[in-house]
């Protein structure tokens, strides 16, 4: 049991894909304000009576893109969609965020000047609780944070003056409704080597170049909500009433949308006109559904249609989940050798001598109509043909319903703790996030309270790791009992800032999940094998991406993601060497009463190869004596420390340095300089 | 040698430095044209980034001139990679003759993008590429009433996604990315060389601390190239001198290497059909309309940096023909450069630490203040002094000096609206004699009045090559330098070939530092090239004219001076496009 306990791993990992949705689809690439990076809902580890929902728009956003910074657009309708009830059609609740932008000083090309700050940007935020028919302003004239752009513009007195903590707490806003908001620039959250994956899923790399987060040092733009838990779930109650923590009245699904006017006029004096219908033209819920298993063909249809269209498009996207791309590099009949990274990550395709999960195969389709389903998830009578609708769909079982329905607490959908071997017997219940609008949605079930993120059995593999210790901790592996384990609250059942999807949907591509039900891997032959934790499954568990976790740390409180990195940090590009010429006072001085402290001479002048400085102290102190070419480049130091009164030598050897002039600038302490112009002759 | 600092009354060997800087780098700001305006910066499909114009160095009986578009490409920025966009008329424009209006010679392209394996995420994937790109050539030579199609089904080549999507047997079995460049560079039927595709960015600039209120170079921790190691996608083209030059004549039939009838002026745009329908369905937007101007870049950093946010979105939907049209409302853009302020300690000049070598002159020669809002020279208006110069009215009316209150209608306004004719004033001290306003060596002639904001090249100017010792990222102010100094042209005020004269703002090559020329023209480095010299100088009080305001404005840098790849020495010059495996964010 303890090994095989392991398995559980696969069940919650079964998403797919690999990189969030940044520039997933083609059309939603060229409209980079519209377009959804990430979604994120968890129960708040400090105000666990809240949901947080974390929407991020607007991809790779540079965080010295000046002079025109990156932002939410206008004429754009931010959205965040909730179903809570299956009973109602669509959406539950909405909240729709649009925003403005306006030009406190437009005689600038600055974005910031002297306290004023152009395109400065507000939003109005409008609920909707009968499925968007109606809609009522909760916030009006919200403030989005400026761009964090560096500490002259932010902190200095030419600038706004402020902090940007101070900016953003300002802009951390409670609704007329009663939910705190944020919206505003921020880290990235996410992180993923982008630039291996989508080099034909060279990830982890294989040549020994070390592995890169593609989406570090960037910014997004993030919409933030929290949300108290009686105000998202159906019947208006609070998670102290939840019957237990799987209770599946706790259950609700989110997405999040973007979405324009249907047209947009050009004028020739420089603006724009939109008008007509709202038409959707970017969706996100589970991550990585349209970067990594839509295919481009079906991209833009993706981002075109709501999540309740998609049982309709069965037909279009099912075979997508059904015979997900992915799997043909974790398939040795198929690409799986053209893939070397993804070696470790092999499909099932004789588990239990009986079953193939590989593209095109049948899976568990064999046993449709087997009176051994009888009263789990996958009788026809229970939940109708969608978990077997038919041969050739293997991954029916695993990963369509892991993106369309959720995963209920049911047979065979449990911890194998307590199965006995046998997959479709009741095991030990550890997820039950099931909403089966049959639409793509990230799905959360409140009642699972959250784990301190301090807490030393915090995990980023979310669930899968709640699933180890499930099967492995004495203290939950005991019995077959409901009990709450550590980071049941994370992918997928809601989503984490931490939570490390893109492992865990590689994983569960592989197969884990159905090894984690009991369809073990082919190397295990029961009654021949002595356990279920195989090389194969090893293999699979052991699999990384070598990009475990952000790129920077997340906040204690609300809205938990970083302040946006600073348009002058280390992140605004590659460092250079330059010293900076001292600044010379003029030549004619207006002033100048007091005798220098430092006098030099050169001899001689013009010189062929050497020149000699002769310098006189009137008092100890740092001297620096540097020669620069015409063009301001540090040519040379001659003297650069601190030396006592008197006076001194030192010699320029410059024999090899082409004829011309150059510029010595001798100062003290750092004072103002005395320049003396040294002309090589040949 | 005499000691140099003594300056002479004939010779002026050493204020000449001075003055060769000045004037070629007149040019005005810090960026190029990435983001640059609010709208274009929402549509980074149609957004030029940069344009180059300089006579090619290994084959100077051609022009090259480079378009880029698209700015701050991640070279991993998939599953999607950039691409130049469809639906989009990306257009280079040249006027050849003033005599004519509008342009002379436009070439036009559009891109159609398919893909060859729908059924997967990647974007190649066992030879097949997805959002395959190619494009059409169309070329107009009578102002855009008709285009005849010169290049049809051109090859822009994939991304530099990484070795297994390049060279594995997985991805396309291409033998290096060099190789897809290579074979993507096409001929049209009318003679010119053409490649399309994904680059390294040329530009370089430390965008971060400028645009944080103009901390350029950075006061505080390392200088940073903003553009290092990002792609952008370019339009280059190679282009016999003889198709280019109003007349058909060749390089070698200038009568001189300054000849007047040599100059061209070169804009890009990228325009988008008036109406964009947006389908329920998932498909592409049905675009159709009249076709809109929704970008467009001539000298580097006009709108960036110019140009006041107020007006830089109607700046990009208009033509440089339109710029004169416009005066009213730009002019003062010019006359009165934001920029200035930083650079006067009466304004905001205390404000901007980074600037502080750089001070405008406000008291030049006694008499002449070039600080926002002062007269500058238009107290000589009308003074017998100016006859026969460039700022007399009788010889280009009223645009020189067109009112009191606009001091750098002598200097800015002219470089990016009709060249610097190679008449007095605008000439090398050398052979002055004190006077600014006397004959002096020639050095440039990019003359070509139209008042649209263009790059202004003059053919008949050799190439400098890229190995000489000499060559020099800072252009004509480099040429200025050795006119002026160096006894091989400071001899005489004959005109000769000085290296660099090829170099910006006379057109502008790949390797040109246009941030820091232009920082140190809005500085004023100009007007003290011609003799109008900074306040530190008191005629027959201090020495010599090279004071140290001058210094400091010579010894001025951003700090980044150099692009992050290498340039190559054929067409089209640029370095390959950084690959999506071998970049990431900065470290240190």
Request: proline residues 8%; aromatic residues 10%; contains cysteine.
């Amino acid at each position: 049991m303890k090994q095989y306990c392991l398995l559980l791993i696969g069940l919650f990992a079964a998403q797919i894909a690999l990189a969030s949705s940044h520039r997933e689809a083609p059309l939603i690439s060229d409209d980079p304000l519209a377009d959804n990076t990430d979604l994120y809902a968890f129960r708040s580890p400090d105000n666990p009576n809240t949901i947080t929902i974390i929407a991020a728009y607007v991809p790779m956003q540079l965080p010295h893109g000046g002079p025109n910074y990156y932002g939410f657009g206008e004429n754009i309708r931010y959205e965040i969609h909730i179903d809570n009830n299956i009973a109602t059609p669509g959406d539950d609740i909405i909240y729709r965020f649009t925003f403005k932008k306006v030009f406190e000083d437009p005689s600038t090309f600055f974005y910031v000047r002297l306290g004023k700050q152009n395109h400065k940007t507000t939003y109005t935020l409008e609920k909707s609780t009968d499925g968007g028919a109606t809609f009522q302003i909760v916030i009006n004239n919200g403030v989005v944070p400026p761009n964090n752009i560096g500490p002259r513009s932010i902190e200095g007195g030419a600038g706004l003056n402020t902090t940007y903590n101070a900016l953003m707490s300002s802009a951390t806003l409670t609704a007329m409704s009663g939910e705190k908001v944020f919206c505003g620039p921020t880290d990235d959250p996410f992180f993923v080597d982008l630039g291996g994956v989508f080099d034909l899923g060279d990830m982890p790399r294989q040549g020994g170049s070390k592995p890169r987060d593609g989406v570090a040092c960037l910014n997004v733009s993030t919409i933030a909500l929290q949300i108290p838990i009686e105000m998202l779930q159906k019947d208006g109650k609070s998670a102290g009433q939840a019957a237990n923590i799987l209770d599946g009245d706790y259950v609700i699904g989110i997405w999040a949308s973007a979405s324009r006017r249907q047209i947009r006029t050009l004028n020739t004096a420089g603006t724009e006109m939109y008008s007509g219908d709202w038409v959707q033209v970017s969706r996100l819920g589970m991550p990585l559904t349209n970067e990594a298993v839509i295919p481009i063909g079906s991209k833009d249809l993706w981002n075109a249609t709501t999540p309740y269209e998609d049982l309709a498009n069965l037909s279009v996207f099912g075979p997508y989940f059904y015979n997900p791309e992915l799997a043909l590099y974790m398939d040795d009949s198929q690409f799986g050798t053209a893939v070397p990274a993804f070696a470790p990550l092999r499909i099932q395709s004789t588990s239990l001598g009986a079953f193939d999960f590989r593209n095109g195969k049948d899976g568990l389709f064999v046993l449709k109509g087997n009176p051994a389903l009888a009263g789990t998830a996958l009788d026809d009578a229970v939940f109708g043909t969608l978990l077997l609708p038919a041969a050739g769909s293997p991954r029916s079982v695993d990963l369509w319903p892991i993106f369309h329905t959720g995963v209920p607490n049911l047979r065979p959908y449990q911890l194998a703790t307590g199965k006995n071997g046998d997959p479709l017997a009741t095991g030990k219940p550890f997820i039950n996030n099931f909403l089966p609008n049959g639409g793509d949605m990230l799905r959360l079930n409140m009642a699972v309270p959250p784990t301190p993120r301090n807490d030393p059995g915090f995990s980023t593999l979310g669930i899968v790791n709640a699933a180890v210790l499930g099967l492995t901790d004495p203290t939950y592996a005991g019995n077959a009992d409901l009990q709450f384990i550590p980071n049941m609250d994370g992918f997928p059942n809601g989503r984490r800032l931490e939570d490390d999807v893109t492992l865990i949907e590689l994983q569960a591509v592989s197969g884990v999940a159905l090894a984690a039900i009991g369809l073990w891997y082919d190397d295990y032959v029961p009654g021949q094998t002595p356990s279920p934790v195989t090389p194969q499954l090893l293999n699979v568990l052991t699999y990384n991406t070598g990009i475990g976790q952000n790129d920077t740390t997340f906040r204690s409180s609300f809205p938990y993601v970083q302040a946006p990195w600073s348009g002058t940090s280390r992140c605004s590009g590659e460092g250079r060497d330059y010293t900076q010429p001292q600044i010379l006072d003029p030549t004619v001085s207006v002033s100048g009463l007091n005798a220098p402290e430092i006098i030099a001479t050169n001899f001689p002048n013009p010189f062929e190869k050497t020149t000699a400085f002769k310098y006189r102290l009137r008092n100890d102190g740092r001297v620096s004596i540097q020669i620069f070419d015409l063009n301001g480049k540090l040519v040379e130091t001659l003297v650069n420390r601190s030396q006592s009164a008197g006076e001194y030598q030192v010699e320029w050897n410059a024999g090899n340095r082409p004829a011309g002039v150059y510029l010595a600038a001798v100062s003290f302490e750092n004072g103002p300089a005395q320049t003396i112009r040294l002309n090589k002759a040949k | 040698m005499k000691p140099f600092l003594s300056v002479r009354r004939t010779r002026l060997p050493e204020y000449a430095l001075c003055v060769g800087l000045a004037l070629l780098g007149m040019h005005s700001l810090q960026a190029s044209s990435h983001r640059e305006a609010p709208l274009i910066a929402n549509d980074p499909l149609a957004d030029n980034t940069d344009l180059y114009a300089f006579r090619s160095p290994d084959n100077p009986n051609t022009i090259t001139i480079i378009a880029n578009y698209i700015p701050a490409e991640l070279p991993y920025g998939g599953p999607n990679y950039f691409s130049f966009g469809e639906n989009i008329r990306y257009e280079i424009h040249i006027d050849n003759n003033t005599a004519t209006p509008g342009d002379d010679i436009i070439y036009r392209f559009t891109f159609q993008r398919v893909n060859e394996d729908p059924t997967t995420f990647f974007n190649i994937r066992l030879g097949k590429q997805n959002l395959k790109t190619t494009y059409t050539v169309e070329r107009s030579t009578n102002g855009g009433l008709s285009f005849q199609t010169i290049l049809s089904g051109g090859v822009v080549p994939p991304t530099n996604i990484g070795p297994r999507s390049i060279e594995s047997g997985a991805g396309l079995g291409a033998a290096n990315y060099r190789e897809l460049i290579s074979g993507a560079i096409a001929n049209a039927t009318t003679g010119e060389r053409v490649f399309c595709g994904p680059v390294d960015d040329p530009f370089y600039v430390d965008l971060g601390s400028i645009f944080d209120l103009g901390d350029a170079p950075r006061q505080n921790g390392r200088v940073r190239d903003g553009l290092a190691k990002f792609n952008v996608h370019t339009i280059s083209l190679q282009i016999p001198i003889s198709t280019l030059q109003k007349d058909g004549k060749a390089a070698g039939q200038a009568a001189n290497i300054l000849d007047g009838d040599y100059v061209i002026g070169i804009w890009a745009s990228a325009s988008r059909r008036a109406m964009r329908t947006l389908n329920t369905d998932g498909t592409a937007p049905t675009d159709m309309g009249a076709w809109v101007q929704v970008s467009r870049l001539g000298m580097p950093l006009t709108n960036e940096v110019l140009i006041p946010l107020g007006f830089k979105d109607q700046w990009n939907f208009q033509t440089p023909y339109e710029d004169l049209g416009n005066l009213g409302v730009y002019g003062n853009f010019f006359y009165n450069p934001e920029l200035a302020l930083y650079m006067d300690d009466s304004q905001f000049g205390g404000a901007v630490p980074a600037f502080r070598g750089l001070r405008i002159q406000s008291n030049s020669l006694g008499a002449f203040d070039f600080r926002n809002g002062k007269d500058g020279l238009f107290g000589l208006k009308g003074n017998p002094a100016l006859a026969g110069t460039a700022l007399d009215d009788a010889v280009f009316g009223t645009l020189l000096l067109p009112a009191a209150g606009s001091p750098r209608s002598v200097d800015l306004w002219p470089i990016f609206h009709t060249g610097v004719p190679n008449l007095r004033p605008y000439q090398l001290a050398t052979g002055k004699n004190g006077d600014p306003l006397a004959a002096g060596k020639p050095f440039i002639n990019n003359f070509l009045p139209n008042g649209g904001d263009m790059l202004r090249l003059n053919m008949a100017v050799p190439p400098t090559p890229r190995n000489d010792p000499q060559f020099s990222p800072l252009g004509i102010v480099q040429a200025a330098v050795l006119g002026l100094t160096d006894p091989a042209y400071n001899a005489n005020a004959n005109l000769q070939f000085i290296p660099n004269m090829d170099g910006f703002p006379n057109g502008r090559r790949l390797e040109d530092d246009v941030t820091r020329i232009e920082l140190q023209a809005v500085g004023g480095v100009a007007l003290a090239a011609i003799g109008l010299w900074y306040d530190d100088y008191l005629p027959g009080q201090v020495p010599s004219p090279v004071t140290n305001q001058l210094i400091n404005v010579l010894q001025y840098s951003t700090g980044v001076e150099a692009n992050d790849a290498p340039f190559t020495s054929e067409f089209p010059y640029l370095a390959d496009p950084w690959r999506g495996t071998e970049t990431g964010a900065p470290e240190e």
